[in-house]
């Protein structure tokens, strides 16, 4: 595992070259979404034998599917011959034909047929797809390049039953709604602002503090491996949070669930994905989003389009980490945060991190 070029203290603010250094941004690569768990997609989005949906973990494209008998597989998405990337959108196919040559592979990745080459000539059982860790957790798919990963059950336990008591598993997700942008801030930038709720007075004022006051939000319990903060909401039931680094938060309200995944373009840019899972299907496409948010927060008042304020903020402190500066103690409404450093510590430096920190709520 590559080590970073600058060591940091999980405690506080990480240094501006996390945000900029190429060779942390190789080491994040090598050491985070080459292999950890990445969150890819929801599970309606391959949901019948045949469904094929092609999907990037860090650099390397993975095609994701349904086979036959009902089971997810996660395949190298790159034709074993010449490397043409397989599929491009999402389909439904009982087999995996490559556009270049038709070099074809059933759905466990065997190769199946090279056209105009004899028996002899190219060895089938050398020339499989690679195949990848997949695992659903409460109907979000998680994918890993290498298998030495612990279950994503193991890793999520500490947040499992507070998203059962939310009612996740009768809430439906919807793939078709998921909307993406590209930011151009590094992705740390983009998840850290999504985890914390200590930016919203400032970010928010006229958004989400009115309805989620910062004062009023508290920690719940987690590590580095997954957390759950809360908070109160004006008029509706408290909020729950949770973190799943690398790269996905969400947030459940009245039934709802909302949330945001990240997954970097190089070292400086990010693509922000948006989800939900709901009682019953959003109506229409344009701002479904906020008028969700705004049903689910028992309010009249048409909530805003809060999203440009974070993807603003996050762009202003990337034209920030061209200086440098010494970072500054985390204080306790940045607990989330400070856990996030130690997966970042735990990933790329080997550290293993403090266990699971669960606070009473007085």
């Not at 089971?71 to 999402?90: D, I, K, Q």
């Not at 004062?215 to 908070?231: K, M, P, Q, W």
Request: glycine share 8%; with cysteine; aromatic share 10%.
């Amino acid at each position: 595992m590559t080590a970073p070029a600058v060591t940091f203290d999980p405690e506080h603010a990480l240094p501006n070259a996390f945000y900029r250094d190429p060779v942390v941004h190789a080491a994040e690569m090598d050491g985070i979404w080459h292999a950890d768990w990445v969150f890819v997609t929801t599970e309606d989005a391959v949901a019948a034998p045949g469904d094929q949906l092609p999907v990037i973990v860090g650099d390397q494209p993975v095609l994701l599917l349904r086979n036959q008998e009902g089971e997810l597989r996660a395949l190298s998405n790159l034709c074993a011959h010449r490397g043409t990337m397989l599929v491009e959108r999402p389909a439904r196919a009982k087999r995996i034909q490559c556009p270049y040559h038709a070099w074809t592979y059933n759905d466990s990745g065997q190769l199946l047929a090279a056209p105009f080459t004899s028996k002899d000539e190219v060895d089938k059982a050398e020339h499989c797809l690679p195949e990848y860790r997949v695992e659903s957790w409460h109907g979000l798919i998680f994918v890993s390049l290498r298998p030495e990963v612990e279950r994503v059950a193991e890793r999520f336990a500490a947040v499992d039953p507070h998203v059962i008591d939310r009612g996740i598993d009768e809430l439906h997700h919807y793939s078709d709604y998921q909307e993406t942008q590209q930011w151009d801030c590094n992705w740390k930038l983009a998840i850290v602002n999504a985890m914390e709720s200590y930016h919203l007075f400032q970010v928010h004022p006229k958004t989400l503090e009115p309805y989620t006051p910062t004062r009023d939000a508290y920690y719940i319990t987690g590590s580095a491996r997954a957390t759950a903060t809360g908070g109160r909401v004006e008029g509706a039931d408290d909020y729950l949070l949770i973190s799943l680094p690398p790269s996905f938060v969400g947030v459940f309200n009245s039934g709802a669930f909302y949330w945001q995944a990240v997954h970097p373009i190089g070292g400086t840019r990010c693509a922000v994905r948006t989800g939900g899972a709901y009682s019953s299907a959003p109506r229409g496409s344009s701002g479904w989003l906020y008028r969700w948010i705004s049903r689910t927060m028992g309010s009249s008042y048409s909530l805003p389009n809060f999203l440009p304020e974070d993807k603003a903020i996050c762009e202003r402190g990337q034209r920030g980490v061209s200086g440098d500066f010494s970072p500054g103690r985390l204080v306790p409404a940045e607990k989330v945060v400070a856990d996030f450093g130690h997966y970042l510590n735990w990933r790329l430096n080997g550290i293993e991190p403090p266990g699971v920190h669960t606070e009473a709520r007085t």
